[in-house]
């Protein structure tokens, strides 16, 4: 049996951890590629949505910094993992951050 | 002549810098302050404000990491150095954030 995955309580989701997990534009923007599939995406497919080649090690860090901060949730359906955004709590949590998060990326990548 | 201090045009401003930055509790706490201190401050009224006693290096390092990241703007009077919030750039360039990665620290603070 793979082991269980973790997951805060929404109560002990952190701004600090939140905001270390955004400060690296690819967590960022798989981020941003979950918000937009609420059924959740598997690894390859974020690769191929971002236009990346992310080993599969690279790939499972990233999602565990997000999971650990509270970001998203991950579910193992047979030998994938499936992620999800965490967007209600988050919202209810911290109202309007990860709307700013994303809007400022966007920004970013229009200059 | 003590080296120019370098800070970043606002079009340079990078919300992966900003995010980075404001992920450690005690940098947030020290933007928090001078958010209330237009007229700027230095380090050693920023340890008695925040009952903090952090040794010159560290402090420095922190107010460093800050400005060039772009969220403050640091001059020198005489010995000390005075830093401000970079208020309104930062508010025209990431609308809503530094307001939303405040609250999420209160928020802790209260939990």
Redesign the interface.
């Known amino acids: 049996m793979p082991r269980p995955l973790q997951h805060p309580a929404s109560?002990d989701i952190?701004?600090?951890?939140?905001?270390?997990a955004?400060?690296?534009?690819v967590r960022?923007a798989i981020v941003r590629e979950l918000t937009k599939a609420p059924q959740g995406m598997n690894c390859t497919e974020m690769n191929q949505r971002l236009g990346l080649k992310l080993a599969k090690s690279s790939c499972s860090q990233h999602y565990r910094i997000l999971r650990d901060a509270g970001l998203i949730f991950c579910a193992r359906k047979g030998v994938e993992l499936f992620s999800r955004v965490r967007t209600q709590e988050l919202s209810e949590?911290?109202?309007?951050?990860l709307?700013?998060?994303m809007?400022?990326?966007e920004?970013?990548h229009r200059?």
Do not use: M, Q
């Open positions: 109560a952190s701004i600090a951890a939140v905001l270390y955004l400060s690296d534009p960022a949590k911290f109202p309007g951050l709307r700013a998060i809007a400022g990326y920004a970013g200059d």
